[in-house]
C-alpha cells in the first residue's frame, strides 16, 4: 500500500473489514495484515468445514495474532459456517416461538465455542431487528419475532450466551430493519415511526443488547426521518453519535452493513459512503460480500486517506475509530484465552430447540374436505415451491423436507418449483402417496399461495408445511418450524413421520 501521509494508510487499513475469495488467505490479505488491517470477515465462499477455517484463521494469525476474523454467523438460515448443510440450529424465528430465553443463550453459547475453535472472534449477530412487518422481503426468520419486550429478552440473551463462548457479539441492523418492504442490498428502505414508536419497538432490542454488554452494534442502511430526515443510519452522526453513543451509552465498535450495498453505494458512492460513514461515527468499514478484492479495498483505504488529508474526514476521528477497532482486537484476544474450551456437548440443543419451535395445526372439522392422519406411516411425495433468492441467506444454503423425509420414510420423493415451473396440478406426482406441500413465507408470493390452493382443491388431505413465517395458516394440517434450517427440516420430519 502506498498513500502520501505517515501513519494515515495503517490507520484507513484498520478501519476495514474486507472479504476475499477463496479458502485461503490470498496474498494480498496477508501483506496488508502486516500494513494495519486489523479485520477481516468470512462468507459462505471461504468455508469448507470447521477444520479448514480453522487452518485459514491460523495463517492470519500468523500475519498478525490480534487480527479480528468476523462471519456472518446468525445460526439459522442465515449460515456461513454451516452453508454446505444447512444450520444444524434454529433461527431467531424459532427461538423466540418457544421463548426460553435460556435455551436461546445455550443455543448462542454452543455456535460461540464452535466458531471460536475455529478462530473466529466476532459474528455479525444477533439479528436485533423487530419483524413487526410481515411483508419484510429481507428481515422475516432472521428476527426472534414481532414482539418488541420478546425480541429484547432474546437479543440479550443470544449477545450472553455468544461472548460466553468467547466470540464478540454485533447487534444488527440499527436503528432497526424490521418495519420496512424494502431490502437495502437494493435500494433504500424508509422507517416512517415517530420517535416514540421507534422507543418503544425498534430501539428496545439494541438497549438491550448494550445493557447486555454488546461488543459491536451494526448499522442499518435505512431512512428514518423521526431520527435524521436527510441521511441514512449508516452515514448520520445524529444517529451513530447523538442516538447510539451519547444517548444509549454504547462504547464498542460500530460496525458498517456492507458499503457496496445499493442503499448508500447508489447515492454516496462506493468509497464516499465509507468516508461518510467514518466521519458520521462508524468504526469498522465491511466491505466484501459483493466486492471481495484487493482493489475494492485499496479503493477505500485511499479515499479514507485523501479525505482526511482534505479535511473531509478529521484524522481524530479516523484515529478514534481505529483505536475502538484495536480495543475490539483485545477484548477478542482475551476472550480466546479465557473462553470455555472442549467440543460441542453431546445433547445436540439445536435439534432440541428446533424440535420446540415445531407448532401444528388442525382445521376445523368439516373445513378441510379430508384430514391427514399423523403420523405418516407410508412413503409421502414432497412438493418444495422455492421463493426468490435472497441475497442475505444466499442460494447456496440447502434447504427442505425431501432429505430428512426420505430419511425417514424410505421411499419419499420429492420435486421443487420455482414460479416459472409450477405446473397446473403441482400434487400430481403424489398418486395414492401422501403429500406434504412446503412453502417459505407463503403470505408474502401470490403464485405460491395459487399453487398451495390448486393442490389442496385437489389434494384436500395435503399437510401443509410453512419453513418462514406462518403468517398465513392453511390445510387442513399446518406444521409451523419458524424457519428452514437443516434443524428445523428435521424437526418438521420428525413429526410428520412420528420417528427420531
Not at 194 to 220: I, N, S
Not at 233 to 249: F, K, P, Y
Amino acid at each position: 500500500m502506498t498513500a502520501p501521509s505517515g501513519h494515515l494508510p495503517a490507520l484507513a487499513a484498520a478501519v476495514l473489514q474486507p472479504g476475499f475469495v477463496g479458502t485461503t488467505p490470498p496474498p494480498w490479505v496477508c501483506r496488508w495484515l502486516g500494513e494495519g488491517l486489523g479485520s477481516v470477515v468470512l462468507f459462505a465462499r471461504n468455508v469448507v468445514d470447521t477444520a479448514q477455517v480453522a487452518a485459514l484463521t491460523a495463517t492470519l494469525r500468523a500475519e498478525r495474532p490480534d487480527v479480528i476474523v468476523a462471519i456472518d454467523e446468525e445460526a439459522g438460515d442465515v449460515t456461513r459456517i454451516e452453508s454446505v448443510r444447512g444450520s444444524s440450529r434454529p433461527g431467531n424465528f424459532a427461538l423466540g416461538a418457544v421463548d426460553d430465553p435460556e435455551l436461546t443463550e445455550a443455543v448462542a453459547r454452543d455456535l460461540g465455542v464452535e466458531l471460536a475453535g475455529a478462530g473466529v472472534t466476532l459474528d455479525y449477530a444477533p439479528d436485533a431487528d423487530v419483524n413487526s412487518n410481515p411483508a419484510n422481503p429481507v428481515i422475516g426468520v432472521r428476527s426472534f419475532g414481532a414482539d418488541p419486550a420478546l425480541v429484547a429478552r432474546h437479543t440479550a440473551a443470544w449477545v450472553r450466551g455468544l461472548q460466553a463462548g468467547g466470540v464478540a457479539a454485533c447487534a444488527k441492523h440499527f436503528p432497526g430493519h424490521g418495519d420496512t418492504r424494502v431490502d437495502s442490498h437494493h435500494d433504500l428502505p424508509r422507517i416512517t415511526a415517530d420517535r416514540d414508536r421507534l422507543d418503544a419497538v425498534e430501539l428496545a432490542p439494541f438497549r438491550a443488547a448494550v445493557a447486555a454488554g454488546v461488543q459491536a452494534v451494526m448499522t442499518g442502511h435505512l431512512l428514518v426521518p423521526a431520527l435524521d430526515p436527510q441521511l441514512p443510519a449508516t452515514l448520520s452522526q445524529r444517529i451513530l453519535g447523538g442516538l447510539l453513543r451519547d444517548e444509549m451509552g454504547f462504547s464498542g465498535v460500530v460496525v458498517t452493513d456492507a458499503v457496496e450495498m445499493r442503499a448508500v453505494a447508489d447515492r454516496y458512492g462506493f468509497a464516499g459512503a465509507a468516508v461518510r460513514a467514518l466521519a458520521a461515527g462508524a468504526d469498522a468499514i465491511c466491505v466484501g460480500g459483493e466486492r471481495a478484492d484487493e482493489q475494492s479495498a485499496r479503493e477505500l483505504a485511499d479515499a479514507i486517506v485523501a479525505a482526511v488529508v482534505s479535511g473531509e474526514l478529521p484524522e481524530e476521528r479516523l484515529a478514534e475509530a481505529a483505536k475502538r477497532v484495536g480495543q475490539l482486537a483485545a477484548w477478542t484476544v482475551a476472550a480466546r484465552s479465557e473462553r470455555s474450551t472442549g467440543a460441542r456437548g453431546s445433547t445436540d440443543v439445536g435439534l432440541v430447540a428446533a424440535r420446540r419451535a415445531v407448532r401444528v395445526t388442525v382445521a376445523a372439522a368439516g373445513t378441510g374436505g379430508g384430514t391427514p392422519a399423523l403420523p405418516l406411516t407410508r412413503a409421502a411425495h414432497v412438493v418444495e415451491f422455492e421463493p426468490p433468492r435472497n441475497i442475505a441467506i444466499g442460494a447456496e444454503t440447502p434447504w427442505g423436507l425431501g432429505v430428512p423425509m426420505g430419511e425417514l420414510l424410505p421411499g419419499t420423493s420429492a420435486v421443487r418449483y420455482a414460479q416459472h415451473d409450477v405446473p397446473t396440478d403441482p400434487g400430481a406426482g403424489a398418486g395414492n402417496r401422501p403429500l406434504v406441500l412446503v412453502v417459505r413465507d407463503l403470505h408474502r408470493h401470490e403464485w405460491m399461495r395459487a399453487a398451495v390452493q390448486r393442490a389442496l382443491a385437489a389434494r384436500p388431505d395435503a399437510v401443509v408445511v410453512e419453513l418462514g413465517v406462518p403468517e398465513l395458516v392453511t390445510g387442513a394440517v399446518h406444521l409451523a418450524t419458524h424457519g428452514a434450517t437443516r434443524a428445523s427440516g428435521r424437526a418438521a420430519a420428525e413429526v410428520l413421520t412420528g420417528v427420531r
